[in-house]
């Protein structure tokens, strides 16, 4: 015998004790591993799938997510349009304020000229804001105090029973810019 038979009777020989003393490797157990192999390539199927499922389900929450984002942005845009010029606004108050006192104090003289000179001005303005969304929060006497809306400033014995609760005057107007209350107004309730 040549060297090389003697080589491959020793390996046959090694891989036949191998089988019989190890049983994963007999013929039964090689059919097993076969079906096996089968039943991984379906299961690496049912993995793909799964995978599939999940990139699916991952794509369509992140396109929920950007949908919701452009809808926020969008929403805070134009609520940053409607109160772009709050600044400037809530800076004019004092100003309407001072209209206001103004016009109650020339109504007292004669002067009926100047009056109408300064209702003028005062009417402009208050046009010119209203048209950038100003609007005064109405608060008059005998109204119920809502601690939302209104300012107290003091409170005072009721004049009567029925004024027990409600606005008894209104010192300062209440304005708000579109939705959004810029200046409470500023009451005396009674108690």
């Given amino acids: ?56 389900d991952k794509f369509l929450r992140l396109f929920a997510e950007f949908e919701n984002f452009k809808k926020r942005t969008s929403k805070e845009r134009m609520d940053l349009f409607k109160t772009a010029g709050q600044e400037v606004i809530v800076s004019l108050l004092p100003v309407l304020d001072d209209f206001d006192r103004a016009l109650k104090e020339i109504s007292k003289s004669e ?17 010119t804001l209203k048209s950038k969304g100003l609007e005064q929060v109405e608060a008059g006497e005998g109204d119920v105090f809502d601690a939302e809306i209104h300012d107290a400033i003091t409170q ?35 108690n």
């Fill in 111 to 127: 002067d009926k000229e100047m009056f109408k000179g300064v209702e003028l001005i005062s009417n402009k303005l208050k046009e």
């Fill in 156 to 190: 005072i014995p009721a004049p009567n029973k029925k004024m027990k609760g409600k606005i008894i005057d209104v010192v300062e107007k209440g304005f708000k810019l579109g939705d959004r209350i810029i200046r409470h107004p500023k009451v005396v309730v009674g």
């Fill in 1 to 56: 015998m040549s060297k090389k038979s003697k080589v491959e009777e020793m390996d046959a020989e090694l891989n036949d004790s191998q089988t019989i003393e190890n049983p994963e490797l007999s013929d039964e157990n090689i059919e097993a591993k076969a079906g096996t192999e089968e039943k991984e390539e379906l299961s690496e199927e049912d993995q793909l799938r799964e995978d599939l499922a999940k990139e699916k």
